[in-house]
């Protein structure tokens, strides 16, 4: 058995792997049902409550745990290459799978960034062993400048999943039409990280009175939702698949819902803290409260949750934001913007979303799976006979303190130290690898 990190192993993959006592989630109806899961060689061999006698291998008692597909957060930043110092491939792994994710996105806006098939490779080739899927967004323009497209053909070769120059917006409007019409040719998405940057110039808070109490500038709504409307009239102009990162504003959610009306290729995510904090928390946690798109007002949380229940809102992603303490550690304008989300998202989810009824625990469960999955062009992962083995398993009703001495990141810039949420992860399986989170079986 190999120790992984302080509170995680990796079991003998070797033999076979027995999940008792589970409740697993039918993410179609909702239904829970109690099941035990035989995995033999990575694929799901039995399925159902099994009476065996003399098992040879790992047997783990999932009793209280609900077994879903793995988790796919389609929006983290894992610094690799350029700013190991604040994140790396595999500490980002270790965070991911800590909170029940066996598949992530991660961003471009590295350095150099990822605009080169090289870099597409050489991020998928330190995954090919490993327990967690790795799918790269590769930029829309040559180092990220919104210059000059990439050559996207040759990037989804490479294996890029989707495109965006996130972290900036592509303000040049003729070069966006130019990547949503390959987009549609290429059938993958483009990812916009909407915001006028005129608007946005010098902002550090969403603008109104927090920001004016505090002395801070301020960011208008205006800035992401005129950049929301442009993209949305290219893609209808287009046919182009356009996906709306980190969604913020009432006035994003609307706009978003008004195009899906009309059936257009559009869907957008939702990062857990912008269900989960106003603009009121830069006043208590500082820097650690200051991303980009930022917290906003109460009635833009009122929003997001109403876009998540009726469905505008598709998927949940965490943004992932590492950046050091000495970075955060300085005047609220200097510091970068961005927090870490990874090790939160399921619990902040299931606090927020699922305990309080806005969404079904299967709701929220296919918005972090299924639906990321389907937006990318992949196939979802199924929990069925001869399948292979893609899944996490948690205890939806423990509560668990964040501690970021326990993080996994290697940054620990997060303003939920200290809060309580629900949900502590048991476990993930892929790829014929199993992770326990707890030091003994449990």
């Known amino acids: 058995m190999k120790i992984h990190q302080n509170n995680q192993k990796f079991l003998d993959i070797t033999k076979q792997l027995l999940l008792k006592n589970g409740r697993l989630l039918d993410l179609n109806s909702g239904d829970l049902q109690e099941v035990d899961i035989v995995i033999i060689g990575g694929i799901i061999r039995q399925l159902g409550k099994i009476e065996i006698v003399d098992f040879q291998g790992e047997i783990l008692d999932l009793t209280g745990a609900v077994i879903t597909p793995g988790l796919f957060d389609m929006h983290v930043h894992f610094r690799e290459p350029g700013d190991e110092h604040k994140e790396t491939l595999m500490t980002g792994a270790d965070a991911a799978m800590a909170d029940g994710f066996t598949a992530v996105c991660t961003m471009p806006n590295t350095d150099p960034a990822t605009d080169n098939p090289e870099i597409v490779e050489s991020i998928k080739r330190k995954f090919e062993q490993h327990l967690l899927e790795v799918y790269p967004v590769a930029a829309i323009s040559k180092g990220r400048l919104g210059r000059e497209l990439v050559d996207m053909a040759e990037l989804k070769r490479a294996g890029a999943v989707a495109f965006s120059d996130d972290g900036s917006p592509v303000t040049n409007t003729r070069l966006m039409r130019q990547a949503m019409r390959i987009s549609r040719e290429l ?256």
Request: aromatic share 6%; proline share 6%; hydrophobic share 40%.
């Open 187 to 442: 059938a993958l998405p483009i990812i916009e990280h909407c915001e006028d940057t005129y608007l946005f110039q010098g902002g550090a808070m969403h603008e109104g009175e927090i920001a004016e109490e505090l002395g801070l500038p301020g960011i208008p709504a205006l800035a992401e939702e005129l950049m929301v409307a442009r993209n949305i009239m290219l893609a209808e102009e287009t046919g182009g698949r356009l996906h709306i990162a980190h969604v913020s504003t009432a006035g994003s959610v609307e706009l978003i819902r008004r195009a899906k009306e009309k059936r257009l290729k559009i869907t957008c995510e939702v990062a857990p803290h912008h269900f989960s904090l106003t603009h009121e928390a830069v006043k208590t946690y500082g820097t650690d409260a200051k991303m980009n798109p930022p917290l906003r007002t109460r009635k833009d949380v009122d929003a997001i949750l109403s876009g998540l229940k009726d469905g505008t809102i598709d998927v949940i992603a965490s943004d992932h934001a590492p950046h050091t303490a000495e970075e955060k550690n300085q005047p609220f304008i200097q510091a970068p913007f961005g927090i870490i989300g990874l090790e939160t998202m399921l619990g902040l989810t299931l606090t927020k979303l699922v305990r309080p009824g806005v969404l079904s625990l299967a709701e929220a469960i296919r918005k972090m799976s299924w639906q990321p999955a389907n937006i990318l062009g992949l196939e979802p992962s199924r929990i069925e006979l001869n399948a292979m083995a893609n899944l996490c398993f948690f205890n939806p009703e423990v509560p668990w303190k964040v501690s970021i001495a326990e993080l996994k990141s290697k940054s620990k810039n997060t303003p939920f130290e200290g809060w309580t949420l629900f949900g502590k992860v048991r476990g993930v399986v892929n790829k014929n690898r199993i992770l326990v989170m707890d030091s003994q079986k449990p």
